[in-house]
């Protein structure tokens, strides 16, 4: 089945970066893109970016443009989201999650578990 | 950016209630509009995707409909797995934004 297993949960410094991956199985992975969404503490979904998966070009929203990097390697199936210059805003989940689309529209599924992030002095 | 409006942002309901989530954009989304479902501690679940398309494996008491910008969620016999929160995402445009969320709570 198709499946997205994050990374562990990280406790970062405020100034530090984080990195979290994203390993996808059960389809092919450069065939669709990887987005990433951010939900904090007791808070709703907040988009990130993506990358197609294929050819590694990226968009990134631009509340978070110049501090995160959306990476992939297409050999580990695995998709990565670095955050750097974290504060402690940044504490949050952050969940990877598979495009899928049909008929023109796109749409988000499966998501991956969550990795919570925490930044803390 | 466009901005995801829903309501209410909570609601006390019951077993068997019917109950109509809205969610409205700024501007015309032309039905990229879909429906998570997200209970405590897990990550969201797609529950209706393009407006009115049902997820495969979603119960058929789970419905939504909707165009242009205004859509809604219906939940025909609320059924005590159904307790959650709810948001609305447009995938019309980057940012693609989602609605600040509907919790579901028991009467």
């Known amino acids: 089945q198709v499946q997205l297993v994050q990374s562990g949960a990280e406790v970062k410094k405020p100034g530090a970066s984080v990195k979290v991956s994203c390993k996808a199985s059960?389809?092919?992975?450069?065939?669709?893109?990887i987005h990433w969404v951010r939900q904090a503490p007791g808070q709703g979904l907040e988009w990130m970016g993506w990358?197609?998966?294929?050819?590694?070009?990226?968009t990134y929203s631009q509340k978070f443009q110049g501090r995160v990097t959306i990476t992939r390697d297409t050999s580990a199936s695995t998709a990565y989201m670095e955050l750097s210059s974290l504060r402690s805003e940044d504490t949050a989940v952050y969940y990877c999650?598979?495009?899928?689309?049909?008929?023109?529209?796109?749409?988000?599924?499966?998501w991956g578990q969550g990795t919570l992030v925490t930044v803390s002095s | 950016d466009i901005q995801m409006t829903q309501s209410p942002s909570s609601l006390s309901a019951s077993v068997g209630d019917r109950l109509t989530i809205t969610c409205r954009a700024s501007?015309?989304?032309?039905?990229?509009l879909n429906w998570y479902q997200q209970k405590p501690g897990k990550a969201p679940k797609l529950l209706i995707f393009?407006?009115?398309s049902l997820q495969s494996g979603v119960p058929s008491r789970f419905s939504g409909g909707g165009s242009e910008t205004d859509f809604t969620l219906t939940i025909s016999s609320l059924q005590p797995e159904d307790f959650a929160t709810y948001f609305c995402?447009?995938?019309?445009?980057?940012?693609?934004?989602f609605g600040g969320g509907t919790k579901v709570e028991i009467k």
């Open positions: 999650a598979k495009e899928a689309y049909g008929s023109g529209r796109n749409w988000f599924d499966p």
């Open positions: 059960g389809y092919t992975f450069t065939t669709y893109a």
């Open positions: 393009a407006a009115s």
């Open positions: 990358i197609n998966t294929g050819s590694g070009d990226t």
């Open positions: 501007q015309f989304i032309n039905r990229y």
């Open positions: 995402q447009q995938t019309y445009s980057t940012p693609f934004t």
